[in-house]
């Protein structure tokens, strides 16, 4: 798989509904970032977990990390209509330039 | 709140002729980036920007691409001869506030996005 690629592709859910989406990446990191993206808008950060952390909780957001397995997820809680969206995690790796590679993205459809 | 402001919204040009799209990054910011999103695609990485040169550039980026920082607040990419394949959303990002103190999170701040169709 490559750098920074989700799982599933797409997820379809009923509001009111958790939405799950998974992260794998290859090599080591040094963050791992979620943004989002409504359709033909451009992209916005939602939340960041470095690579000693585990797991993060903004809002109704909850990121993990496992290093181990090289894996990450974002759980949104209690989805809303209007959380419907592309969802993209983009790893930072070590070394002098700070740039972000993203994964294919989860397009997370909720239903009203 | 301060934010990344892209122009044009959308271009539409000929196989072969030049295009500029311009960036105004958040002021401060040390970090520019190009990124690209073909329709349906992920999110590539172009080029970075530090300190008035290229810092790393990705193999999309070859001779037909250029990027500027001419007057300290814009930030441009050219494409010199557009082919069909360069079709594609052309995201900017900006990085880092120099002023913030290390209150600097790691996220990119990207900007709406120049959406560029070549015929």
């Known amino acids: 798989s490559q750098q920074g690629e989700e799982d599933p592709q797409a997820l379809s859910i009923q509001e009111g509904e958790n939405a799950t989406m998974n992260c794998s990446y290859k090599?080591?990191?040094?963050?791992l970032q979620w943004y989002r993206q409504n359709s033909g808008r451009g992209l916005v950060h939602l939340i960041l977990?470095?690579?000693?952390?585990r797991e993060k909780h903004s809002g109704r957001l909850r990121v993990t990390l496992d290093t181990s397995k090289k894996s990450s997820s974002l759980l949104i809680t209690a989805s809303r209509a209007a959380d419907t969206a592309s969802y993209f995690c983009?790893?930072?790796?070590?070394?002098?330039?700070?740039?972000?590679?993203f994964g294919k993205g989860t397009l997370l459809t909720v239903n009203p | 709140e301060p934010e990344v402001t892209q122009t044009p919204s959308h271009q539409v040009t000929q196989m072969g002729q030049e295009v500029i799209l311009r960036c105004v990054p958040i002021s401060n910011h040390l970090y520019f980036y190009w990124y690209r999103q073909i329709l349906g695609q992920k999110v590539e990485f172009l080029v970075s920007?530090?300190?008035?040169?290229?810092?790393?550039k990705s193999e999309i980026f070859d001779d037909q691409f250029s990027v500027e920082r001419p007057d300290g607040s814009n930030f441009t990419l050219k494409i010199r001869s557009t082919k069909l394949e360069d079709s594609a959303m052309y995201f900017c990002a900006s990085y880092f506030d120099r002023t913030s103190g290390g209150a600097n999170t790691g996220e990119l701040f990207f900007g709406e996005g120049s959406r560029l169709t070549v015929l």
């Open positions: 983009a790893t930072v790796s070590g070394g002098s330039n700070y740039k972000l590679t």
């Open positions: 977990i470095r690579s000693n952390e």
């Open positions: 920007f530090y300190n008035n040169e290229i810092s790393e």
């Open positions: 090599t080591s990191i040094n963050n």
